[in-house]
C-alpha cells in the first residue's frame, strides 16, 4: 500500500521548536521530491518546503525561510521538517507530499499541490502565543 505518513506535531509556544517527520512506504522514496505544505483555518493551502532527492536541494517559502529546515534520510524512506522560532501564524495541519522526479519543481520555486502525486494525512501544529 502506498503511504505517507506524516507526524510530530502538536502544541507548543511561540518561539518553541517541532520536528515533524514524514515515512514513505508502498514506493521508491528515492525517485520522489518531498513537500510540505500547511493549511490553517478558514485558509488555502500553502506550500512551506520541499526536499530533492538524491543530491537533497532544498527550497523554502518566504513565510518560513530562515526559521525552518527541510531534510530527507532515503535510507530510511524518511523526510523532516525542523520547525524553529515557532509563531502563532505558524499553527495548521502540515501534510507532506510527493511527486515523481519533477526535481525541477523544486529549484526556484516550491512546487504546486497540483503537481504533487501521493499525499499523507496531515498532522497538527498550534502554536500559542
Known amino acids: 500500500e502506498v503511504q505517507l505518513q506524516a507526524s510530530g506535531g502538536g502544541l507548543v509556544q511561540s518561539g518553541d521548536s517541532l520536528r515533524l517527520s514524514c515515512v514513505a512506504s508502498g514506493f521508491n522514496f528515492d525517485d520522489y521530491t518531498i513537500g510540505w505544505f500547511r493549511q490553517a483555518p478558514g485558509k488555502e493551502r500553502e506550500g512551506v518546503s520541499c526536499?530533492?532527492?538524491?543530491?537533497?536541494?532544498?527550497f523554502y517559502g518566504d513565510a518560513v525561510k530562515g526559521r525552518f529546515t527541510t531534510s530527507r534520510d532515503n535510507a530510511k524512506n524518511t523526510a523532516y521538517l525542523q520547525m524553529n522560532s515557532l509563531k502563532p501564524e505558524d499553527t495548521a495541519v502540515y501534510y507532506c507530499?510527493?511527486?515523481?522526479?519533477?526535481?525541477?519543481?523544486?529549484?526556484?520555486?516550491?512546487?504546486?499541490?497540483?503537481?504533487?502525486?501521493?499525499w499523507g494525512k496531515g498532522t497538527q501544529v498550534t502554536v500559542s502565543s
Open positions: 526536499v530533492n532527492s538524491p543530491d537533497g536541494t532544498t
Open positions: 507530499a510527493a511527486t515523481y522526479r519533477q526535481w525541477k519543481l523544486c529549484t526556484r520555486d516550491l512546487p504546486p499541490s497540483y503537481a504533487m502525486d501521493r
